[in-house]
T-cell receptor, first 114, second 117 residues
Framework: DARVTQTPRHKVTEMGQEVTMRCQPILGHNTVFWYRQTMMQGLELLAYFRNRAPLDDSGMPKDRFSAEMPDATLATLKIQPSEPRDSAVYFC????????????FGQGTRLTVV | AQSVAQPEDQVNVAEGNPLTVKCTYSVSGNPYLFWYVQYPNRGLQFLLKYITGDNLVKGSYGFEAEFNKSQTSFHLKKPSALVSDSALYFCAVRDGGYGGATNKLIFGTGTLLAVQP
């Protein structure tokens, strides 16, 4: 059945290293969301894409984070350089652009920066 | 700007009793409201949504939610709780106003539901 696929599921990296997280949205979905989940902040919206163009990335720290959609089947979230405070679970969700539709979530990437 | 508030960090209920998880929202346009559930080490799963029409919306696993425009609330309910309902529940809103950026999906902080046997 159709699902959002995120890779890797787990990532442990050292501080200062580059981290790339990938998301394959459900075929036909042209809206992609990136969220970060932590105990302290809950679910924060980092970036929001429609038709591969960023509509809103105001929640994303610009100095070290970047999000792109090289094509309709791949969304990426990069952190460079990574810091321990970036440790969190990162979720990708995809959906349709109309506001009355729900988004479908991937299983998440659990990132640990040591 | 749109926002969602879930005033309770945790709700405790005995199995078989009714449950309510509270949610209030703020949007500038028409509100489209959603409930999601998250089990440990899993992604979020969609439960139900309110778009328009009947204020009582029914969803998966016996859950329902009541939309109240005057109170700007969208509380999640279930007549009889199960131990297996124990999970983290998130309320979310999309603003129905025109303009791409306003259609983003914003979540509340989540409410942990604990159902005791």
């Amino acid at each position: 059945d159709a699902r959002v696929t995120q890779t890797p599921r787990h990532k442990v990296t050292e501080m200062g290293q580059e981290v790339t997280m990938r998301c394959q949205p459900i075929l036909g979905h042209n809206t992609v969301f990136w969220y970060r989940q932590t105990m302290m902040q809950g679910l924060e919206l980092l970036a929001y894409f429609r038709n591969r163009a960023p509509l809103d990335d105001s929640g994303m720290p610009k100095d070290r984070f970047s999000a792109e959609m090289p094509d309709a089947t791949l969304a990426t979230l990069k952190i460079q350089p990574s810091e321990p405070r970036d440790s969190a679970v990162y979720f990708c969700a995809s959906g349709l652009p109309t506001a009355n539709t729900e988004a479908f979530f991937g299983q998440g990437t659990r990132l640990t920066v040591v | 700007a749109q926002s969602v508030a879930q005033p309770e960090d945790q709700v405790n209920v005995a199995e078989g009793n009714p449950l309510t998880v509270k949610c209030t929202y703020s949007v500038s346009g028409n509100p489209y409201l959603f409930w999601y559930v998250q089990y440990p080490n899993r992604g979020l799963q969609f439960l139900l949504k309110y778009i328009t029409g009947d204020n009582l919306v029914k969803g998966s696993y016996g859950f329902e939610a009541e939309f109240n425009k005057s109170q700007t609330s969208f509380h999640l309910k279930k007549p009889s709780a199960l131990v297996s309902d124990s999970a983290l529940y998130f309320c979310a809103v999309r603003d129905g106003g025109y303009g791409g950026a306003t259609n983003k999906l914003i979540f509340g902080t989540g409410t942990l539901l604990a159902v005791q046997p």
